[in-house]
């Protein structure tokens, strides 16, 4: 061969670039280091996503090339040839790709972790593309979904069937209140959600019921909880079930207490990543430690400045710590931003600065420095939502959709207001963190059906739909069944199936709960004989009544609610399709108990989205409102004087104005009710620390500007500089429309936005008019006379 060792390394080097040509020099160090520890510090819009897939694909094409000096043996100088003509332009075959690679590994030896559903979805429909069918061996999904996963497969070893439920949010709170009547604990004195918040924390620690209890002490309270943890726990055992938090607490259990389970994994899984590092609690901590302990290859990705769920459990440690706890571990920031202006990541960058607890990088960008961010100060939150609204509308009659636009909030009391606003004003809107589809009544009612076909066991699930649709069965008889239970040793559900032996249950009853129980039991026969879900599931309709009982119980809302039951039904099918051969009830009720609210999101949908930071945390909009930005709000008033958190709030402001990639507005407010008393506060201290320079202040009260009042770089913020001349830079046009009450049906009128149209109803509202308006090219809205800024023609 004519080429020598080094020319050959150089060549492969070179090809590698190539390929991955398309990030940039600190993308492409994350993706070719492949051995050992690494952490990859990825700031706001620094294409993290890109670095994870690309960082996969390289491992199961390239494995270490990049930067090993093995090369393979069957590497011949025709391969040279292909490489130098791939360089030029050419093409290169596939088997000289092969030949570059150097320990490329199975793809089905990747675990990639991710915190929702949408991101695991997003990352395997991405490796897909780039890999192929490959891309599908990847293990990528949450950490929730890994665990149950890993728990289906082993955790009768900790005494769980395969089949074991897992409560949501409101299966534990109906759980815990039983637990809390049974122990005597009054609600008034200690609530059901403190309780089980305490409990989650505990859990997040990996603290058992019992280390729970002796480190309690002389504390009644904490002793109080101590003994709803063990009940809770107990109870949720016999149900064969458990909660979110338990299904990493069993999975790090089985780990420690089946050796040879964590091997079996250890040893599947050669490279591990996790995404969100910032956000993982003590047991995720622990869960990804042990599985990683093996081979080291441990790559988490993560952004200290945009950890914001203390609340959760999320420990910041993890990912500061990160150095210590993996020593030798490579370090990687990745701070160019391909999401928004240099403007917005200077205030980004310029606010995160104040914090003390973070391992520091700064933002920047290609793409120029963009439109200075608006800063106003309303009059009140009426105001403010009136000036949001006027914003959006001039900005759609300008040629901008309503989904370019999104209003993060720090508190969900927020919303109303603009919901109120958005409707009079005919701004299509949808909140993210409403009701979710699965919250529904009677999709619950369904889930739960579901649910105990699948696990019998199920007391909590059971109990919901004993006696729904009506079939005379009261609470004491199902208390009486539930007692019966406990005392010889039987589920719920065995009681029920056999009453007539119980004298402590009435004939009339017994009957009643007998009937139920072989309705019951054929459906759960149907589903172990293998009948498709879908299918039960329209035999569970049939069968229960259900849709009729919909129909006599709020004929009103019937057909909303058929529609969503009927909804479900789609889902099943879908969820069939998707999965073929492997689709089972208990993966499809897997998939809905780990579904979030944001995994519904549709970025496709034209309308404004109204949504907290918390939620709006890696989704970014082309204009974003951050309304509220005031001392007391945001930061509240409960973390002014506690360092710690006063940062963890910083750290959701830069959250939020990182969401925005071309515009950003900021509002105060001089006045503003919150929760029925009407408070003046300050600025906030977040945007007293952006710098001055880069925003155009503007009020609706024009009077004299006092600089000791409000001033960027203050003392407060521990900068310099005076307060910039007051000027009103952007103030949206004041439009007196005629008197609500002169609009009437067939009058012609004009809207900025939605264009002409014609009246078919005014139908007057205290000092205001509802109108229906038939737009020419906007279809039919409903628009408050007063704030439609209509133009009669």
Avoid at 322 to 338: C, H, K, S
Avoid at 664 to 684: K, P, Q, V
């Amino acid at each position: 061969m004519s080429c020598d060792k080094e020319e050959i390394l150089e060549l492969r080097r070179r090809v590698l670039k190539k390929d991955f040509s398309r990030m940039n020099d600190r993308q492409q160090q994350a993706v070719f280091h492949t051995d050992g520890p690494v952490l990859i510090l990825a700031g706001a819009g620094s294409g993290k996503t890109t670095v994870l897939v690309n960082r996969i694909a390289n491992l199961v094409r390239y494995g270490k090339a990049y930067e090993s000096t093995f090369i393979q043996p069957e590497f011949t100088e025709t391969d040279a040839d292909s490489c130098k003509s791939y360089l030029k332009g050419g093409e290169i075959s596939e088997v000289t790709r092969a030949r570059l690679s150097v320990s490329a590994c199975q793809p089905w030896r990747i675990m990639a972790i991710t915190f929702t559903n949408k991101a695991a979805g997003e990352l395997k429909e991405r490796l897909c593309s780039m890999l192929g069918e490959p891309g599908q061996d990847i293990w990528a999904s949450t950490f929730h979904s890994s665990c149950a996963r890993m728990l289906r497969r082993d955790g009768e070893r900790l005494g769980y069937s395969s089949h074991f439920t897992i409560y949501d949010t409101d299966d534990s709170r109906r759980l815990m209140k039983d637990v809390m009547r049974d122990l005597e604990i009054n609600e008034k004195t200690l609530s059901h959600k403190s309780i089980l918040s305490e409990i989650s924390r505990a859990k997040d620690s990996l603290i058992s019921p019992e280390e729970y209890e002796s480190q309690a002490g002389a504390d009644f309270r904490l002793k109080v909880i101590a003994r709803a943890y063990m009940a809770y726990q107990r109870r949720l055992a016999d149900s064969d079930a458990m909660d979110f938090d338990d299904l990493l607490v069993n999975t790090v259990r089985l780990f420690e207490k089946c050796p040879e389970v964590l091997e079996y994994y250890q040893d599947r899984f050669k490279y591990i990543m996790v995404d969100e590092y910032q956000d993982t609690n003590h047991a995720q901590y622990r869960f990804v430690g042990l599985l990683a302990a093996k081979h080291n290859n441990l790559c988490v990705v993560g952004d200290d400045d945009q950890s914001i769920y203390k609340f959760r459990g999320a420990t910041i440690e993890n990912i500061m710590n990160f150095e210590q706890d993996f020593p030798g571990a490579m370090v990687v920031r990745l701070e160019q931003n391909y999401r928004s202006t240099q403007n917005i990541l200077d205030a980004a960058n310029a606010v995160i600065a104040h914090n003390l607890e973070r391992k520091g990088k700064t933002l920047w960008t290609a793409a120029g420095a963009g439109e200075k961010l608006r800063l106003h100060t309303a009059e009140n939150e009426q105001d403010e939502a009136d000036r949001v609204a006027r914003v959006i509308l001039d900005g759609v009659a300008k040629g901008r959709r309503f989904s370019d636009y999104a209003i993060l909030y720090r508190m969900n009391s927020q919303s109303l207001t603009f919901e109120r606003m958005f409707a009079k004003s005919g701004v299509p809107h949808r909140i993210i963190g409403g009701t979710r589809f699965f919250d529904r009544k009677e999709v619950r009612d369904m889930i739960a059906y579901l649910s105990v076909i699948n696990n019998p066991g199920d007391e909590i699930r059971l109990r919901r739909i004993l006696n729904t649709p009506k079939r005379g069965i009261g609470d004491k008889t199902v208390d009486t069944a539930s007692q019966i239970g406990q005392q010889v040793g039987e589920s719920m559900f065995q009681v029920i199936s056999h009453p007539e032996e119980y004298p402590a249950i009435t004939k009339a009853a017994a009957k009643k709960l007998s009937d139920f129980s072989r309705m019951m039991r054929e459906l759960i026969d149907k589903s172990e004989e293998g009948m498709a879900p879908s299918e039960l599931y329209a035999e569970l309709l049939e069968q229960t009544g259900y849709l009729m009982f919909l129909r006599a119980e709020e004929p009103e809302k019937a057909e909303e609610r058929i529609e969503n039951v009927q909804e479900l039904s789609t889902m099943l099918q879908r969820y069939e399709q998707e999965n073929g051969e492997e689709a089972s009830l208990s993966g499809f009720l897997e998939e809905v108990a780990l579904f979030t609210d944001i995994d519904n999101y549709d970025a496709e949908a034209d309308s404004a989205v109204l949504m907290t930071i918390h939620s709006a945390k890696g989704l970014e909009f082309p204009v974003v409102f951050l309304p509220g930005w005031e001392e007391g709000v945001f930061p509240g008033n409960s973390v002014l004087y506690d360092p710690s958190e006063v940062e963890e709030e910083r750290r959701l402001a830069y959250v939020a104005i990182t969401r925005a990639r071309e515009e950003l507005y900021i509002y105060n407010a001089e006045s503003r009710m919150i929760f029925g008393s009407t408070s003046h506060n300050r600025i906030s201290r977040f945007a007293d620390e952006i710098p001055g320079e880069l925003v155009e202040r503007s009020r609706s009260r024009e009077y004299a500007y006092r600089p000791e009042s409000i001033t960027f770089g203050s003392a407060l913020s521990g900068g310099e500089g005076t307060a910039p001349k007051a000027k009103t830079t952007y103030r949206p046009p004041i439009h007196k429309p005629a008197p609500a009450g002169t609009y009437k049906v067939g009058d012609s009128v004009q809207h900025k936005t939605f264009g002409t149209g014609l009246i078919l109803s005014a139908t007057p509202m205290a000092n205001d008019t509802l109108l229906e308006i038939a737009f020419d090219k906007a279809g039919t809205k409903k628009l408050m006379a007063n704030f439609a800024r209509l133009t009669k023609l």
